[in-house]
């Protein structure tokens, strides 16, 4: 081997690793999500174990990427991310909807009822399942075409969760919860004594838990539905979602108000009286603590014993369940038409202001972006503000989203724009330094535009794998993003 071919050789080994630490901070245990799509939030409260955190960094203060325009309300359905970038969300006008990275809708699929409350989650060969109001779960194709659906006895309100062999559970207002296999065959249907729109947690083992609004909690073995055990949690559970911690207690509230932990045996670790009925999924810190809304409060619950470490009260009802960043930055929507964002140790970092009450619960992005849906009929995406390179004259502050997909195999999409406008330019450099693309020249303004890089270079040519910079300029200020091409 020639000393270009080993150099050739160790830029694709290079490549490999950097995408696949890329996949590993982003995924989590790949075992556990072996047939999730292998995206940063594939579901609803982010993975089988609905945990709801992130290995991304926060936002310090937000800023719009992109504000996409539905049809109707999106009332609790939360976004989903897709292997490909794209955007999922259920939305009140019986449909649901395909969102590209910089925030144009791909496509529309239109169910028989009201997508309002079920939060869709994506498979790995990018099957998209969702509940409807028509009491039909469906399969939609990764192209926005039915794939197959299902028809329960009543409402599907649950979100369902994706487990490592491909088996998908879902509750409904029949009482049951379902197992389904990626081809819409029944493998089990295990009845309850009352409502199901509770979503199901997976833990490490299999174990499928899900709350009933009959009162108890259900843990079932995967392969038959059978029952390994039930607690009695002494109130039904409506929209309350169990959560499995890294030691595998069980998180879950009621509509009683009472908010329990639970051993892996099934027996009880401790309750905490908070005072009004549950409606979320607790999420989990770094450290152990559990995070949970409740009434207008957010609050951090000590995971020995259930006291109650800190709380942040909004002026208005917090319906949706925490996304956690990785320095335990907490995201909550608020129905004060805010998007909160909590320091972890439970002072107000900032508030986003957005068109109407938020119910849908955030979700974060691999590059730390925050995805929700509104009353206002939006779905937003937030970043983090960009600033000029320092010294020099006062100059204008610069956005420019990260590349998505990253790692990508021949197309990524980005936003830019400057606030206080400029002539400028977005172009691609190689880690050499040497120019290879230009994707745009001339006026830049607070307006965001969309651009796409093809993985070319400015002769139409394929460029090698490798990690390239998108470099957006306008006048003196400069704000660089990392590409990584993989083939």
């Known amino acids: 081997?020639?000393?270009?071919?080993?150099?050739?050789?160790?830029?694709?080994?290079?490549?490999?690793?950097?995408?696949?630490?890329?996949?590993?901070?982003?995924?989590?245990?790949?075992?556990?999500?072996?047939?999730?799509?292998?995206s940063a939030w594939p579901m609803f409260h982010g993975a089988p174990a609905h945990t709801g955190r992130s290995a991304a960094p926060s936002l310090p203060a937000p800023a719009l990427r992109w504000s996409a325009l539905l049809g109707d309300t999106v009332f609790m359905s939360a976004p989903a991310l897709g292997a490909d970038g794209r955007i999922y969300v259920g939305a009140m006008d019986s449909s649901l909807y395909a969102v590209s990275?910089?925030?144009?809708?791909?496509?529309?699929?239109?169910?028989?009822?009201?997508?309002?409350?079920?939060?869709?989650?994506?498979?790995?060969?990018?099957?998209?399942?969702?509940?409807?109001?028509?009491?039909?779960?469906?399969?939609?194709?990764?192209?926005?075409?039915?794939?197959?659906?299902?028809?329960?006895?009543?409402?599907?309100?649950?979100?369902?969760?994706?487990?490592?062999?491909?088996?998908?559970?879902?509750?409904?207002?029949?009482?049951?919860?379902?197992?389904?296999?990626?081809?819409?065959?029944?493998?089990?249907?295990?009845?309850?004594?009352?409502?199901?729109?509770?979503?199901?947690?997976?833990?490490?083992?299999?174990?499928?838990?899900?709350?009933?609004?009959?009162?108890?909690?259900?843990?079932?073995?995967?392969?038959?539905?059978?029952?390994?055990?039930?607690?009695?949690?002494?109130?039904?559970?409506?929209?309350?979602?169990?959560?499995?911690?890294?030691?595998?207690?069980?998180?879950?509230?009621?509509?009683?108000?009472?908010?329990?932990?639970?051993?892996?045996g099934g027996t009880m670790k401790w309750v905490n009286a908070t005072g009004h009925s549950m409606y979320s999924a607790p999420a989990i810190l770094a450290g152990g603590d559990i995070v949970i809304t409740v009434g207008s409060d957010v609050r951090d619950l000590r995971p020995l014993d259930g006291k109650v470490q800190w709380k942040v009260a909004a002026s208005a009802l917090v319906r949706t369940s925490v996304?956690?960043?990785?320095?335990?930055?907490?995201?909550?929507?608020?129905?004060?038409?805010?998007?909160?964002?909590?320091?972890?140790?439970?002072?107000?970092?900032?508030?986003?202001?957005?068109?109407?009450?938020?119910?849908?619960?955030p979700i974060i992005g691999a590059d730390g972006a925050v995805y929700f849906g509104c009353y206002d009929r939006r779905l937003r995406a937030l970043q983090a503000p960009a600033t000029g390179v320092p010294g020099g004259s006062a100059r204008p502050a610069l956005a420019l989203s990260a590349p998505a997909p990253n790692p990508s195999r021949g197309g990524t999409a980005l936003t830019f724009s400057a606030p206080q406008g400029g002539e400028g330019a977005v172009e691609v450099f190689g880690v050499d330094g040497r120019r290879v693309r230009t994707l745009y020249q001339g006026r830049v303004d607070a307006l965001p535009r969309a651009i796409h890089w093809d993985g070319c270079d400015e002769s139409g040519r394929t460029l090698p794998p490798g990690i390239y910079e998108v470099r957006l300029r306008v006048g003196a200020a400069r704000l660089v993003r990392r590409a990584v091409l993989v083939r």
């Open 323 to 361: 996304a956690v960043a990785a320095d335990g930055t907490i995201y909550a929507g608020c129905d004060n038409d805010s998007l909160l964002a909590i320091n972890p140790g439970g002072t107000l970092k900032w508030a986003y202001a957005a068109g109407g009450p938020v119910r849908s619960s």
């Open 101 to 264: 990275p910089v925030g144009a809708v791909a496509w529309r699929f239109r169910a028989g009822g009201p997508l309002q409350y079920s939060s869709p989650a994506i498979a790995s060969d990018g099957t998209v399942y969702i509940g409807g109001m028509d009491s039909t779960f469906y399969a939609v194709n990764a192209g926005g075409t039915l794939k197959w659906k299902f028809r329960a006895g009543s409402t599907v309100r649950s979100s369902p969760a994706i487990a490592a062999d491909g088996t998908v559970y879902v509750g409904s207002g029949d009482g049951n919860l379902y197992a389904f296999d990626p081809n819409g065959a029944t493998k089990w249907i295990r009845p309850t004594g009352n409502n199901v729109r509770s979503s199901p947690a997976i833990g490490p083992d299999g174990t499928v838990y899900v709350g009933s609004d009959d009162g108890l909690l259900y843990a079932l073995f995967p392969a038959t539905g059978a029952v390994r055990w039930t607690f009695a949690l002494g109130n039904g559970v409506d929209l309350a979602s169990p959560t499995v911690g890294p030691d595998s207690v069980i998180y879950i509230g009621t509509t009683g108000g009472l908010f329990y932990a639970v051993r892996p």
């Open 1 to 38: 081997m020639n000393a270009s071919q080993q150099e050739g050789s160790d830029m694709r080994r290079g490549v490999r690793i950097l995408a696949l630490a890329l996949a590993a901070a982003t995924l989590g245990t790949p075992d556990a999500r072996a047939q999730l799509a292998p």
